[in-house]
């Protein structure tokens, strides 16, 4: 059974990083459940604003970690995520990757407390700017 759950954006440009970096990096195995939606762990963070949202991705995820006996939970958020240069905040300005790393700590603590004896990690993916152009993967 795999022991690792890991949650990320559908964004199909960054879907062969998340594998990559699952295997290499987090040594999670070629049995690892992943958990995909637009924006990732989004939807973790709208308990209070969104709760449909909120208990839709709660009870999958829960089945999972019931289900297979998970031990650790990685939330991956990418630069550049579409589902969050759509969303609408108002007439304000943000800083969209300032977002998605409070929203990254945001799950994390919501994580840790639907979950307490799962391991949580967060990573933020980024374009490293060099040339070539790298992937690299900050822990949140």
């Not at 890991?6 to 998340?18: A, E, K, M, N």
């Not at 690892?32 to 939606?37: G, R």
């Not at 967060?122 to 993967?137: C, D, Q």
């Amino acid at each position: 059974r795999p022991e690792t759950t890991i949650i990320t954006c559908v964004d199909g440009r960054w879907y062969r990083h998340f594998q990559e970096f699952a295997r290499d990096r987090l040594k999670t195995g070629p049995r690892t459940d992943f958990l995909a939606v637009p924006g990732g762990i989004e939807p973790l963070t709208l308990f209070d604003l969104v709760p449909k949202d909120f208990n839709f991705f709660r009870r999958r995820l829960e089945a999972l970690v019931e289900g297979h006996g998970t031990k650790r939970i990685v939330a991956i958020a990418h630069q550049d995520c579409g589902w969050y240069r759509a969303r609408k905040f108002g007439p304000f300005k943000i800083d969209l990757r300032e977002r998605q790393l409070a929203d990254l700590r945001r799950a994390r603590h919501r994580l840790q407390e639907m979950f307490s004896g799962v391991t949580v990690e967060t990573y933020f993916a980024r374009l490293s700017g060099t040339s070539p152009e790298k992937v690299v993967f900050d822990s949140v």
